[in-house]
């Protein structure tokens, strides 16, 4: 199934590196104009850089999603350069393994606002102009089985992935009239530098209760948000997919 986003723009958080660049990769290959946007201008020009030199179309955009003001800045931004984006993937992420009575304070709020209100607020500044203009939409997020589980020493992490769950199947309920899918994408352990940023023992521990007895490649990943923000999934909005090798098996 060959999946052709030609004449769609496509704006993706986290797009610098890991799951996000890989989503970015597939939606410009697929035929997506696609705004790369991260904390990290270097790294999302580098993810421009390979895009063009294999022919796709994009602009890298600087962007703090932990900032309503970040975002609302990025949106006539990305809009000149590109015009109105038809498909949104909240890709940026991030959370460290810390017992939970040892979270500070401000490590609370950052996750929380990195996680969940990030997203909350892309979706509240991108989602405007597509209702306004009875524009088509699809929007992604992006979740964890953390958020569906549990995960040790990752209690406020998981509530704000669990909260983003949540937060989808609300927001599918609300969009559908203006005919834009919203779905959710809850990937398990992933090669990724955050997660080889953790301790070798803890991911030793991750790969072994992962049933394919392997970490999952950001590709695998990307694939999933992709077929979800085009037309072969007009009829799926409101969904939590895992992509985890099995180690989530939700009915």
């Known amino acids: 199934m060959n999946i052709d986003l030609t004449g769609h723009r496509a704006i993706i958080t986290g797009a610098g590196s890991g799951i996000g660049r890989q989503v970015a990769f597939i939606m410009a290959a697929s035929g997506a104009d696609v705004a790369v946007a991260d ?13 063009s030199q294999n022919g796709g179309k994009a602009k890298a955009f600087l962007v703090d999603v932990t900032s309503r003001q970040s975002i609302q800045i990025l949106r006539p931004k990305v809009e000149s350069a590109l015009g ?12 460290v393994t810390i017992p939970f009575l040892n979270n500070e304070p401000d490590f609370i709020d950052r996750v929380v606002a990195l996680n969940l209100m990030g997203e909350i607020n892309m979706c509240h500044t991108f989602l405007p102009p ?16 953390a958020g569906r589980v549990g995960s040790l020493g990752q209690s406020v992490y998981a509530a704000a992935k669990g909260g983003v769950i ?80 099995g180690l989530t098996m939700a009915g």
């Open 39 to 51: 904390i990290n201008l270097e790294a999302a020009e580098e993810t421009v850089k390979t895009i």
């Open 166 to 245: 949540a937060f989808t199947k609300s927001l599918a309920r609300e969009m559908a009239r203006h005919n834009i899918n919203v779905n959710c994408v809850a990937p398990g352990p992933t090669d990724t530098p955050l997660f080889r940023s953790e301790s070798e023992k803890l991911q030793a521990a991750l790969i072994r209760a992962v049933p394919l007895r392997r970490l999952g490649d950001p590709s695998e990943i990307a694939y999933v948000v992709t077929f979800l923000a085009s037309e072969q999934a007009s009829y799926v909005t409101g969904q939590v997919i895992s992509v985890s090798g």
């Open 130 to 145: 597509l209702v306004e203009k009875g524009i088509r939409g699809w929007v992604v997020n992006l979740s964890s089985d």
């Open 84 to 95: 109105v984006c038809d498909i949104l993937v909240n890709g940026a992420g991030w959370g």
